[in-house]
């Protein structure tokens, strides 16, 4: 069993900063990439920043140069920086991983979501 818990969400004023962490535990082989998403109040789920096992991040076009996304390896926890937050980044972060329980086999984990509120 994998399990992806999140933290860090809160209430920011536009302009303000906030940092999400997602730990993810259990037995597995190892973890091929690291993801946050985001549920946009009346939006689907949409991908926010991707960090693949060794590679490079990359993030979606309305976050690009705000936030950061990185990883502890050890840890097995992935981070999402957030900075000039602005009220359309309101709503709820999941983090997901693709993980290799075990050799040869990948499924995909969510994490709880954590509520991300910017007001004005």
């Known amino acids: 069993q994998v399990q992806l818990v999140e933290s860090g969400g809160g209430l920011v004023q536009a302009g303000e900063s906030l940092r999400l962490s997602c730990a993810a535990s259990?037995?597995?082989?190892?973890?091929?990439?690291m993801n946050w998403y985001r549920q946009i109040p009346g939006k689907q789920r949409a991908l926010v920043a991707r960090?693949?096992?060794?590679?490079?991040?990359n993030y979606a076009d309305s976050v690009k140069g705000r936030f950061t996304i990185s990883r502890d390896n050890a840890k097995n926890t992935v981070y999402l920086q957030m900075n000039s937050l602005k009220t359309e980044d309101t709503g709820v972060y999941y983090c997901?991983?693709?993980?290799?329980?075990?050799?040869?086999?990948?499924?995909?984990?969510w994490g709880q979501g954590t509520q991300v509120t910017v007001s004005s």
């Open positions: 997901n991983a693709e993980i290799e329980v075990r050799v040869g086999f990948t499924s995909l984990y």
């Open positions: 259990g037995s597995f082989f190892r973890i091929n990439a």
């Open positions: 960090f693949i096992t060794n590679g490079r991040p």
